[in-house]
């Protein structure tokens, strides 16, 4: 690759992704064109900017653009977010700040990792801790989520407005406050601040305890973990847990349990078996 093409990687991915673009599809006449996609003064009409400035910006002689004119020229090429997210690190060497978009549900696909897992209670959680997905085993050991209402599975409203949620709690005052600081933590990493502004509202009201927590401004991690839970067939058992991020959904994380030794393994398949 030569050092004019690395030096303007932005400008060679824009016209790129600029030719890629169907003009009729966008409204604009097909007429003759000397090359495919889109023409500069068209992506430059569809994102509001000066078609000169775009065209020096393909040049790679435009200087540098701001990151709201970014996403303006993001928007006028239809770039996906991992297109885009793309776009900013070209133009300024990291990512751009958090965007928090909340999509409804979970595909199919993502569907069908959770209930791979068999014996593993998984769930899929929002950065505003709303669960979406969860599996067999999820329902069985932890909660069954089928049987709440949407707006009811939270885990922060289950937490603390749930007395059979804190009953399950080896130590509920130590995972609250735990959970109240990686629950910010995710909000705050996924440009969330606005979506969760209700329900810190609606839980400080409700819940002292709740607004004592939050007003310390703990922040905590849930990568991994043990988790001890008191469940009423199995009594006292210990979960070793991890989190993954959804590649391409900002918005969503995947917990994954299973049983911290091996005496309970036995039992988490039988109890769960059973209930299939």
């Known amino acids: 690759m030569s ?11 824009l016209r790129d992704r600029r030719m890629r673009l169907d003009p009729v599809s966008f409204g604009f006449p097909a007429g003759r064109r000397r090359t495919p996609g889109l023409r500069r003064e068209e992506v430059a009409q569809r994102a509001n900017i000066s078609p000169t400035w775009y065209t020096w910006l393909e040049q790679g002689r435009g200087g540098a653009p701001s990151a709201h004119v970014l996403d303006r020229i993001a928007r006028g090429l239809m770039l996906t977010d991992p297109e885009r997210d793309h776009l900013h690190i070209l133009a300024f060497g990291h990512p751009p700040e958090p965007r928090y978009r909340q999509h409804e549900g979970i595909t199919p696909r993502l569907q069908h990792v959770l ?15 709303d669960v979406v997905a969860w599996n067999k085993a999820a329902a069985v050991i932890l909660t069954d989520y089928a049987k709440l209402p949407k707006e009811r599975r939270n885990i922060l409203r289950m937490m603390f407005s749930d007395e059979r949620m804190r009953a399950k709690q080896d130590d509920w005052h130590t995972v609250a406050r735990y959970v109240v600081g990686a629950f910010r933590a995710d909000a705050a990493r996924a440009g969330a601040g606005v979506e969760i502004r209700q329900l810190v509202e609606e839980l400080s009201a409700r819940s002292p305890e709740f607004k004592a927590m939050w007003d310390d401004n703990e922040i905590t991690s849930t990568r991994e973990g043990i ?4 469940h009423p067939a199995l009594g006292t058992v210990d979960l070793e847990f991890s989190t993954f991020s959804v590649e391409g959904r900002s918005d969503l994380n995947m917990m994954v349990y299973s049983p911290a030794n091996s005496e309970v393994r036995e039992q988490f398949r039988s109890l769960i078996s059973s209930a299939c």
Request: glycine share 4%; net charge neutral.
């Open 3 to 13: 050092d004019s093409v690395t030096e303007n990687a932005l400008g060679t991915f």
């Open 115 to 129: 209930d791979a897992m068999p014996f593993s209670p998984a769930i899929i959680r929002t950065a505003t801790w």
């Open 227 to 230: 988790k001890r839970l008191h």
